[in-house]
C-alpha cells in the first residue's frame, strides 16, 4: 500500500515541479499605438545641434496643443517647433520599450502621422526650401541624449541622420513637405522600418525626428505614432 501511495504522488510531485520552473517567455511581437490626443504617451521630445544656452533665440517648443486651422481645432497633437539658425536643427521624440527579449535584434515598423504647412514645391528659403526637412526613425539600445560637444553645442550621442542623410543609428523615411504648392497645413503620414537590438535586459528605445535643412522655423504637430517590433529570427 505504501508503494502505491508513493507512485500516486509521483506526478503531482512533477506538475508541482513544472509550475514553479514555468519561465515567462517575452512575446515575439509588441505593437504601440500612441495617440497624441491628450498626453504625451510615455514619449519624450528634445532637441539637438545648436549652441548651448541658445534656447530661447532659437524659440525650441514643445508640448501637447490643439491642432491648428484648417485642420480640426478641437483635436490635439504633440506639437514640436524650433527656429533653425545653423541649417541642421535636429528636433526628436524617444521612447524606452520594455519587456523583450534580451541581446536580440528588433525589426521596427513605424506609422508616424503628422501635420506639416510645409509646401511640397514651389518655393525658396534661406538655406533650403521649407520641405528640406528630413524625417527619420531608429532603434537603439542605450538611451538617446543631447550631449555638450568641445564647441558648446548640443550634439546627439547616437548617429542620427544628417539632413538627408541616414545614420548608424536612423535613416531618413521622407521630408516634411505637405504636397502642394502652398502654405497650409496638411496631416501626412511616414512609414518605414529600422532593426535595432535590445540590451542585456530586453529594453530599448524608439526615437523618431527631423534634422533640418531650412533656416527658419518649423513647427509640426504629431497626432499618432505607431510601432509595431518584430523578433528577427537568426539565419540558421
Not at 17 to 33: G, T
Not at 43 to 70: Q, R
Not at 115 to 134: H, I, L, R, T, Y
Amino acid at each position: 500500500m505504501k508503494k502505491l501511495v508513493l507512485m500516486l504522488g509521483l506526478p503531482f510531485l512533477f506538475l508541482s515541479c513544472n509550475d514553479d520552473d514555468k519561465e515567462v517567455v517575452p512575446p515575439p511581437q509588441m505593437e504601440l499605438n500612441d495617440q497624441f490626443n491628450g498626453d504625451k504617451r510615455g514619449w519624450t521630445a528634445g532637441f539637438s545641434d545648436y549652441p548651448v544656452k541658445m534656447e530661447s533665440d532659437w524659440k525650441l517648443e514643445e508640448g501637447i496643443a490643439n491642432l491648428p486651422a484648417p485642420l480640426d481645432t478641437q483635436k490635439k497633437g504633440f506639437r514640436i517647433s524650433g527656429n533653425n539658425h545653423s541649417d541642421d536643427l535636429f528636433m526628436y521624440f524617444k521612447k524606452k520599450v520594455s519587456g523583450l527579449k534580451p541581446n536580440r535584434e528588433y525589426n521596427a515598423a513605424f506609422t508616424l502621422e503628422f501635420a506639416s504647412d510645409a509646401p511640397s514645391e514651389g518655393w525658396a528659403g534661406v538655406g533650403g526650401a521649407p520641405n528640406a526637412v528630413s524625417v527619420g526613425i531608429g532603434v537603439v539600445p542605450v538611451e538617446p541624449k543631447t550631449t555638450v560637444d568641445n564647441l558648446d553645442h548640443y550634439r546627439m550621442n547616437i548617429d542620427k541622420i544628417q539632413q538627408k542623410n541616414d545614420g548608424k543609428d536612423m535613416k531618413v523615411i521622407g521630408d516634411i513637405g505637405n504636397g502642394t504648392d502652398k502654405v497650409g497645413y496638411k496631416l501626412l503620414t511616414k512609414t518605414g522600418e529600422f532593426k535595432g537590438k535590445t540590451d542585456a535586459n530586453g529594453n530599448l528605445w524608439l526615437i523618431f525626428g527631423t534634422d533640418s535643412g531650412f533656416e527658419a522655423t518649423t513647427t509640426l504637430y504629431y497626432t499618432s505614432v505607431k510601432v509595431k517590433l518584430t523578433e528577427v529570427t537568426p539565419a540558421k
